[in-house]
Antibody, heavy 123, light 106 residues
Framework: QVQLQESGPGLVKPSETLSLTCAVS?????????WGWIRQPPGKGLEWIGS???????YYNPSLKSRVTISVDTSKNQFSLKLSSVTAADTAVYYC????????????????WGKGTTVTVSS | SYELTQPLSVSVALGQTARITCGGN??????VHWYQQKPGQAPVLVIY???NRPSGIPERFSGSNSGNTATLTISRAQAGDEADYYC?????????FGGGTKLTVL
């Protein structure tokens, strides 16, 4: 059974960098799939942040790309998110999720999700 | 950028059929996926690639996609189906979500 668990600081100061890690159990990241981050501001909808393959290939949301770095550590079977220069607008629940991607049929969907972690940006 | 339009809310009587739409330009040419999110919980995939159900999802959940509209259909609605539902596509190498629809079971 594949499980994902987010971890990281729950409070980040404005202008600093938000850093989160997603630990994967029950499946080896190196075996395939994309691994991504999604966030949800309080009372709002889902926003995709970006995704990474075990090879390091990435896709990012254009609206966040300049501030986002997603990396993978196959030795620890985990991947990470860094979001720089945060503001109050970055306050959200952050989810990590496994992405099933297919280039031939052109689809990507998220079949396994972590429970999410709340990050508040405040001084 | 590609946009997906969902109604803010849909209501359905207990035991009846709920239909939640997701509009997009020529969305019928894309693969559409649907997620259910209950309060305080992570989203759960309920339909992938237009009409496929992951294991563990009841047959009451079905999907269709044609033209400019994709539809999630929930038959014999139960109180436990009350949740937010999001459609999603892959476009220009990006994940795009609809704004979400709140389903109320009366």
């Amino acid at each position: 059974q594949v499980q994902l668990q987010e971890s990281g600081p729950g409070l980040v100061k404005p202008s600093e960098t938000l850093s989160l890690t997603c630990a994967v159990s029950g499946y080896s990241i190196s075996s395939g799939y994309y691994w991504g981050w999604i966030r949800q501001p309080p009372g709002k909808g889902l926003e995709w942040i970006g995704s990474i393959y075990h090879s390091g290939s990435t896709y990012y949301n254009p609206s966040l790309k300049s501030r986002v770095t997603i990396s993978v550590d196959t030795s620890k079977n985990q991947f990470s998110l860094k979001l720089s220069s945060v503001t109050a607008a970055d306050t959200a629940v952050y989810y990590c999720a496994r992405g099933d991607w297919n280039d031939r049929y052109y689809y990507y969907y998220m079949d396994v999700w972590g429970k999410g972690t709340t990050v508040t940006v405040s001084s | 950028s590609y946009e997906l339009t969902q109604p803010l809310s849909v209501s359905v009587a207990l035991g009846q059929t709920a239909r939640i739409t997701c509009g997009g330009n020529n969305i019928g040419s894309k693969n559409v996926h649907w997620y259910q999110q209950k309060p305080g919980q992570a989203p759960v995939l309920v339909i992938y690639r237009d009409s496929n159900r992951p294991s563990g999802i009841p047959e009451r959940f079905s999907g269709s996609n044609s033209g400019n509209t994709a539809t999630l259909t929930i038959s014999r609605a139960q109180a436990g189906d009350e949740a937010d539902y999001y459609c999603q596509v892959w476009d220009s190498s990006h994940v795009v979500f609809g704004g979400g629809t709140k389903l109320t079971v009366l």
